[in-house]
């Protein structure tokens, strides 16, 4: 199972260089694993940068996915990894999320590398 930060999510939907990195996980959309508050970040996102309708259909990918609602048992258990990796209330849902499916967490996002599960590649690498 996999689980792919909204940082990686933004990379694979612009084509950036790290798209690569980030579409293996994205594109088994059977073993992916997208928790909703990924899909708030990113299509607020990219409707500031590009307008709705472009928003509208790059999340579209997303939804190939299995989608996790943030529910009381994962909001706990966000604030409790929050307060042991003193991770920000966004990342601590996403990591929660990976954790309870046991799934690797792909990013690009510091705050999340060292942490177990994470397979993290630095923004400004090469793929």
Do not use: C
């Amino acid at each position: 199972m996999n689980v792919v930060d909204s940082s990686g999510w933004m990379e694979y939907l612009s084509g950036s260089p790290a798209t690569a990195f980030f579409a293996a996980a994205i594109e088994d959309s059977e073993s992916l694993i997208v928790p909703t508050v990924s899909v708030y970040e990113v299509f607020k996102r990219i409707v500031q940068l590009h307008g709705e309708r472009v928003a509208l259909n790059k999340i579209g990918v997303m939804r190939r996915g299995t989608s996790v609602d943030l529910t009381d048992s994962f909001a706990l258990s966000a604030a409790r990894i929050s307060l042991e990796h003193t991770l920000p209330m966004a990342d601590s849902i996403i990591y929660a999320t990976a954790r309870a499916f046991d799934a690797t967490l792909w990013t690009q996002d510091a705050d999340f590398k060292g942490l177990p599960g994470v397979r993290y590649r630095p923004p400004s690498s090469r793929p």
